[in-house]
C-alpha cells in the first residue's frame, strides 16, 4: 500500500467531517469575505480586533454536537484571508490572545474535540489580507489593491512566505498530533512553487507524518493531476463531482466535498436559507456512493454560538447516522450503476440500497437478479422479504426521508452462505 493510501485509511472509514468557519468577520456578522467585498482597510476593521471577546465559546459543546451528528473529524479555521490567528503565535500580534478574548481558541478546540475522539483537522488560509508583505493580486484575492496603503508599495513577498511557513510549522509543532492541514487556496499563476510548496509539504511530512494535506497548495481545486503538492485528497467545494475523481491514470482518488448548511462559510446574521437535514443526508449519501466524503460547515457567531438551525440540523442528521451510519462509514462507490430510486453505497461484499423515493409498488435491483442472500432494513434491523429481483413493500417509509437497507450481501466467490 503507497504511503497515500495508508495515510487515507482513516478518512475514507470517516467519510463525514465538520467545518467550522469562526474569526473577527462575525462581528460585521455578512460573512467571511466582508473586508474585501466591503473594501474595509486594516484601520476600518481594527474596531473587531479590540473587541473580539467570544463569551459563550464552549468547544466542548461543539465537540458533542459534531460527535452526536455522526461526524468523526473537525477542521477549523485556524487563520482565515483576514490574517487573524485564532492560536497565539509568536509571529505575530493579531491573534486572539491579543484580543479580550485573551485566548488561544485553537488549543481549546483541539482539547476539545480529541476529548471526544474527534480527529483534529487545522483550515490554514495561505491568502492573507492584514501582513504587510502579502502581494496586492489581484482584487478577488486582496481587497486593498487600489487602497493608497498598497500604491507603489514593494512588498517582500519571501518574507511573507517566511511567516506562513513559520506558522505552520507552529500549528504543527505546538498543539499535538494534528490529523488534517486544509490550506486555502492557490489561485491564477499563484500556486506551487509561488508558495515553496515542496518545502513546505516536506516540512509538514517531518512533523506530522500521518498527516493528511487538500490539493490547494497546487493545481486547482478539481485538478487530479498527481503533482507532490496536489496533496492527499481533492477538495471540491459547494459542488459533489458528477463520477467521484479519478487521476491521470483512471483510478479513484480521495475527495472531499466542503458544504455550507446556508450560503455562507462565515456568520451571516441574515443568511437563513438552510438546507434540511434531508438534504444534508442526500449529499453525504451521494459523496460516499462516489467514494468521496463531506466537510460539513458551520459559522459559529461573535459569542461563539453555533446557530439554532445549524444545531437542529446536525442533531436530526445525527439521529439517522445513528441507526444508518453501517451505510456511510468505510464505504464507497458499489460497483453497480446507480439505480433510479435512489442510490447504493458498498463495503465489502454488502450492499446498502437508499431507497430515496418510494415510487409506485416494489422496487427493482437491477443486475442484481439471483445474488441477494438476504435483506435488513438498517433503520430497525428488521428482515424484508425479497423475491428476486423485486423488494416486498415492507421498506416503505411515509415520511419519505428514505430507507436504507443492507444486507444484500453481493456474495463473491468466496462466499459461503
Ligand atoms: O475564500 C474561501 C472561502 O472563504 C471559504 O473558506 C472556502 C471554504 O472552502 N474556501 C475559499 C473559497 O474557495
New binding site residues.
Given amino acids: 500500500m503507497n504511503d497515500r493510501a495508508k495515510r487515507t485509511e482513516w478518512f475514507l472509514e470517516d467519510r463525514f467531517g465538520l ?1 467550522i ?1 469562526w474569526g473577527l468577520y462575525t462581528i460585521p456578522a455578512r ?3 466582508v473586508r474585501s467585498f466591503e473594501k474595509i482597510s486594516n484601520q476600518e476593521y481594527q474596531p473587531y480586533f479590540e473587541e473580539f471577546n467570544p463569551t459563550h465559546y464552549n468547544p466542548k459543546e461543539w465537540a458533542k454536537l459534531a460527535k452526536a451528528a455522526g461526524q468523526k473529524y473537525a477542521v477549523l ?1 485556524t487563520k ?2 483576514d490574517g487573524f490567528c485564532l492560536f497565539d503565535s509568536q509571529l505575530t500580534d493579531y491573534k486572539s490572545t491579543n484580543t479580550p478574548a485573551k485566548r488561544d481558541l485553537v488549543r481549546e478546540y483541539v482539547e476539545a474535540f480529541r476529548e471526544e475522539g474527534l480527529k483534529i483537522g487545522f ?1 490554514y ?1 495561505i ?1 492573507d489580507w492584514y501582513h504587510e508583505d502579502y502581494p496586492a493580486y489581484g482584487d478577488r484575492q486582496h481587497p486593498m489593491r487600489d487602497h493608497e496603503d498598497f500604491k507603489n508599495k514593494t512588498v517582500d513577498f519571501d518574507r511573507y512566505l517566511e511567516y506562513m511557513h513559520g506558522q505552520v510549522k507552529e500549528l504543527l509543532t505546538n498543539y499535538g498530533k494534528i490529523d488534517v492541514m486544509w490550506f ?2 492557490s489561485y491564477d499563476d499563484m500556486t506551487g512553487e509561488k508558495w515553496k510548496a515542496t518545502k513546505l509539504i516536506n516540512m509538514i511530512r517531518g512533523l506530522q507524518p500521518e498527516i493528511i494535506i487538500d490539493n490547494r497548495l497546487g493545481g486547482n ?1 478539481m485538478s487530479a493531476n498527481p503533482e507532490v503538492y496536489a496533496g492527499d485528497f481533492y ?1 471540491p ?1 459547494q459542488i459533489i463531482p458528477p463520477q467521484g475523481i479519478l487521476n491521470e491514470a483512471g483510478e479513484q482518488v480521495p475527495w472531499e466535498a ?1 458544504i455550507t448548511l446556508n450560503d455562507h ?2 456568520y451571516h446574521a441574515k443568511d437563513k436559507n438552510y438546507k434540511s437535514a434531508k438534504q444534508v443526508i442526500r449529499t453525504l449519501v451521494e459523496c460516499v456512493s462516489k467514494n468521496g466524503n463531506l466537510l460539513l ?1 458551520v459559522g459559529p457567531d461573535a459569542k461563539g454560538i453555533i446557530p439554532t438551525e445549524s444545531i437542529d440540523i446536525l442533531a436530526e442528521v445525527g439521529q439517522w447516522m445513528d441507526r444508518n451510519g453501517a451505510s456511510i462509514y468505510g464505504c464507497k462507490a458499489a460497483d453497480l450503476p446507480k439505480p433510479e430510486w435512489g442510490r447504493y453505497t458498498q463495503k465489502g461484499n454488502t450492499l446498502y440500497a437508499h431507497v430515496y423515493d418510494r415510487g409506485i409498488g416494489p422496487i427493482y435491483f437491477a443486475g442484481l437478479k439471483d445474488r441477494i442472500k438476504k435483506a435488513r432494513l438498517l433503520a430497525d434491523g428488521s428482515e424484508l422479504h425479497v423475491s428476486t429481483p423485486w423488494m416486498a413493500e415492507r421498506y416503505s417509509d411515509e415520511s419519505g426521508a428514505f430507507i436504507t437497507l443492507s444486507g444484500a450481501r453481493l456474495p463473491d466467490d468466496n462466499d459461503t452462505v
Avoid: L
Fill in positions: 467545518f468557519h460573512g467571511e469575505w479555521t482565515h484571508h483550515y488560509s491568502i486555502d487556496f481545486i477538495s467545494e466542503c462559510w462565515g460547515n
